[in-house]
């Protein structure tokens, strides 16, 4: 069985910068492509980036505007999002998930695990 464990969420002030984390847990470690989306109250959940299993190619969300980025540490079995210049609507609660597949995933259902789900919130 594989475990998501998120971390970081919270609250923050708009302008602030945020990283998240993910931690991948299972009985035996493997490297998985890795994902982050995000659902704001009342809207549907949105891809946000993606890397695949060695790092070496990441895909961004039109939403993101050049503001998000995915670095991972393998060693840690670790995907962080990192978010600058938070904005009022960048609150949401954000989720990690992974897939055993070797390339870069954007679709939602395309993802096999999740995790449970980090709240950002976003007020002066």
């Known amino acids: 069985q594989v475990h998501l464990v998120e971390s970081g969420g919270g609250l923050v002030r708009p302008g602030d910068s945020l990283k998240l984390s993910c931690t991948v847990s299972?009985?035996?470690?493997?490297?998985?492509?890795m994902g982050w989306f995000r659902q704001a109250p009342g809207k549907e959940r949105e891809f946000l980036a993606a890397?695949?299993?060695?790092?070496?190619?990441?895909s961004y969300g039109r939403c993101v505007q050049g503001r998000f980025s995915i670095p991972r540490d393998n060693t840690a079995n670790t995907v962080y999002l990192k978010i600058h210049s938070l904005k009022y609507e960048d609150a949401a609660v954000y989720s990690c998930?992974?897939?055993?597949?070797?390339?870069?995933?954007?679709?939602?259902?395309?993802?096999?695990?999740w995790g449970q789900g980090n709240q950002v919130t976003v007020s002066s």
């Open positions: 998930a992974t897939v055993s597949g070797s390339s870069v995933y954007i679709v939602e259902r395309e993802y096999e695990y």
């Open positions: 299972e009985r035996t470690p493997t490297t998985y492509a």
């Open positions: 890397i695949c299993r060695s790092g070496g190619t990441e």
